[in-house]
Nanobody, 124 residues
Framework: QVQLVESGGGLVQAGGSLRLSCAAS????????MGWFRQAPGKEREFIAAISWNGGSTYYADSVKGRFTISRDNAKNTVYLQMNSLKPEDTAVYYC?????????????????WGQGTQVTVSS
């Protein structure tokens, strides 16, 4: 089992940047595929980005492609989401998630473990 704790959220102006971190417990972090999702008020939780267990493969939602970058440091048991050129529509609670597997995953139901989320607010 793995526990996930997100950090790095906050308030930023449109066009600004934030880097989210997700720290994982346990010695098997390097075997998990990781993902980032977000949920805005009144909306479904949506996929943002995913990365394979070794960082060799990544996948992004069209809405963030070219602006967000997912990465991981298995030595630190941490996955990151670098968010640039932020827009007001990026405002949401951001969650990281983990699942076993050999590739990346973009469906919510593929993930077994979830963090509690971190709020990102982008002002116009």
């Amino acid at each position: 089992q793995v526990q996930l704790v997100e950090s790095g959220g906050g308030l930023v102006q449109a066009g600004g940047s934030l880097r989210l971190s997700c720290a994982a417990s346990g010695r098997t972090f390097s075997t998990y595929a990781m993902g980032w999702f977000r949920q805005a008020p009144g909306k479904e939780r949506e996929f943002i980005a995913a990365i394979s267990w070794n960082g060799g493969s990544t996948y992004y939602a069209d809405s963030v492609k070219g602006r967000f970058t997912i990465s991981r440091d298995n030595a630190k048991n941490t996955v990151y989401l670098q968010m640039n050129s932020l827009k007001p529509e990026d405002t949401a609670v951001y969650y990281c998630a983990a699942t076993g597997g050999a590739t990346y995953y973009y469906l919510r139901q593929d993930y077994d473990y979830w963090g509690q989320g971190t709020q990102v607010t982008v002002s116009s």
